[in-house]
């Protein structure tokens, strides 16, 4: 079976879990809809599109392998946003600010976000699929919208290297995926020129450097698989209740789903 690849690392990353309140939690990877979302932000789906990004809800199945969950950061965060007027909408954050003058209040809340996280992700199209693994690779190397790790805040780090292999599995495929390093010293680049002549393919690139295991040596544990449907070659130690199945991005509804997890070889 085909599948698409892709790395996700950044200083931050926040990947929203139910919100209660003034708490904004973050799980330890990237749940179903925020890889929807990045795959829509990519190709140029528009929020307000529900059609066409249920027809990509329904279409994909993923797997997620946690190399670094990173460590934790939480932010007091503080905003301020005036209250409703009917039904007169601010159309801008300078209307909030002018037009809402009067009206503003401040916003507390206390959100969560992962330092230095590294996740590999694999796409496996359904039969009905809206896009090829082709179209989704190209929409990731020059995508039509700002791609972010959860909130908009969040950047990313690093080139999503996309790539599309065929493997017996989900276990496979990352596994065989060739992420390449994240930081390069000028020794590494030197000794790759040395090896082969051509950056692209030098083999000591294609995995993390010293310098991405000093930075990941933080959380040091063996590699989490998570995936849902069939992992292939894959078995599951546990199964997992996420609510993050994408029902309305104009309501902000989500349902539940199962997700699987199996524990690898120390990442």
Not at 73 to 89: C, I
Not at 147 to 165: D, E, F, M, W
Not at 184 to 205: F, T, Y
């Amino acid at each position: 079976m085909d599948y698409l690849l892709f790395r996700l690392y950044g200083p931050l990353a926040s990947w929203g879990e139910i919100a209660v309140g003034e708490s904004r939690h973050s799980a330890v990877y990237p749940g179903k809809s925020a890889l929807l979302g990045l795959l829509a932000a990519a190709i140029g789906i528009r929020r307000n599109e529900e059609e066409r990004l249920a027809q990509l809800a329904a279409g994909y199945r993923f797997a997620v392998k946690v190399i670094s969950s990173g460590h934790p950061l939480r932010d007091y965060h503080t905003t301020q946003a005036p209250d409703s007027v009917g039904k007169f909408v601010y159309r801008t954050r300078r209307d909030e600010l002018i037009t809402g003058k009067n009206r503003l209040g401040t916003i507390l809340s206390s959100r969560e976000y992962r330092c230095d996280a590294l996740s590999l992700i694999a796409v496996a199209a359904m039969a009905d699929a809206p896009f090829n693994l082709v179209q989704l690779r190209d929409a990731l190397l020059k995508p039509r919208f700002h791609l972010y790790l959860g909130r908009k805040s969040c950047p990313l780090a690093a080139p999503l290297n996309p790539h599309i292999c065929t493997a017996k599995g989900f276990g496979e495929a990352l596994d065989n995926y060739r992420h390449a390093a994240l930081f390069i010293s000028n020794r590494a680049l030197r000794a790759a020129r040395n090896e082969i002549g051509s950056l692209a393919d030098a083999p000591g690139l294609m995995k993390l450097s010293k310098e991405d295991n000093s930075v990941f040596a933080y959380d040091k544990q063996p590699a989490r698989y998570y995936w849902e449907g069939d992992g292939g070659d894959l078995i599951a130690q546990q199964s997992l209740v996420r609510h993050d199945q994408p029902l309305s991005r104009n309501r902000w509804q989500f349902t539940q789903r199962t997700e699987h997890l199996t524990f690898g070889k120390e990442g």
